[in-house]
């Protein structure tokens, strides 16, 4: 089946400080992208769709200026979390659909990220 | 707009114990129902999914059917095993085919 990698697996930085989070599909393009964020014991939060070579798509209440997504390339999206404050300690997951696989979403193994 | 509401964990089992997470919904029309497993360490995968009222999903053993009348979606396993421990996932698609999740139901089967 498909792989999407994401790395880091879990991330600890200081206030103010960015961090990038990667995801990369390993055996297939993808053209669309999906970050999501989940709090503890809440739901996954859609929070941006990224088509490669254009900008992404931020759900409301989203700021599109503090969670930078980039979908360079048909097998990279990069989700930068900039002056990362304690507030945005999360889980975020990535997720990457393909119309190879019949539309079907497949999701890396998620970032741990921890402002202190 | 739609929802998912799962029930919550842990729920902890012995193995060879019957299984039964809950999954109700809120939804607009007709939405396809999922539902995704994340085990340790790696990322979500879709176990099993229906597309239309009284479909059956089945995959690994799991099933969950369908249920318009009760808006639920609940996921079944006869005789769970240690392997079976994870988290699992209710989802439902929303406006525009995105994903909407539920917020998950850790599993741990204890031998």
């Known amino acids: 089946g498909a792989v999407v990698s994401q790395h880091p697996s879990w991330v600890i930085c200081k206030s103010g400080t960015s961090v990038k989070i990667e995801c990369r599909s390993l055996?297939?393009?993808?053209?669309?992208m999906f970050w999501y964020r989940q709090f503890p014991k809440q739901s996954l939060m859609l929070m941006a769709t990224?088509?490669?070579?254009?900008?992404?798509?931020?759900e409301q209440g989203v700021e599109k200026d503090k969670f930078l997504i980039n979908h360079a390339s048909l097998t990279l999206s990069t989700l930068t979390v900039t002056s990362a404050h304690p507030e945005d300690s999360s889980f975020y997951i990535c997720?990457?659909?393909?119309?190879?696989?019949?539309?079907?979403?497949?999701f890396g193994s998620g970032t741990q990220l921890s402002v202190l | 707009g739609n929802s998912v509401t799962q029930m919550e964990g842990p729920v902890t089992l012995s193995e060879e114990a019957f299984l039964t997470i809950n999954c109700t919904y809120t939804a607009t029309g007709y939405p396809s129902l999922f539902w995704y497993v994340q085990y340790p360490g790696e990322g979500l995968q879709l176990l099993l999914k229906?597309?239309?009222?009284?479909d059956k999903g089945s995959n690994k053993g799991f099933e969950a059917t369908y249920r318009k009348e009760t808006t639920s979606f609940h996921l079944e396993k006869g005789s769970v095993q240690v392997s079976d421990s994870a988290v699992y996932f209710c989802?439902?698609?929303?406006?525009?085919?995105?994903?909407?999740f539920g917020q998950g139901t850790e599993l741990s089967v204890k031998p």
């Open positions: 229906a597309t239309k009222a009284d």
């Open positions: 997720s990457a659909r393909s119309k190879v696989f019949d539309e079907k979403l497949f």
């Open positions: 989802a439902l698609t929303g406006q525009g085919g995105k994903l909407i």
């Open positions: 055996d297939f393009q993808a053209t669309t």
């Open positions: 990224s088509n490669e070579g254009s900008k992404a798509t931020y």
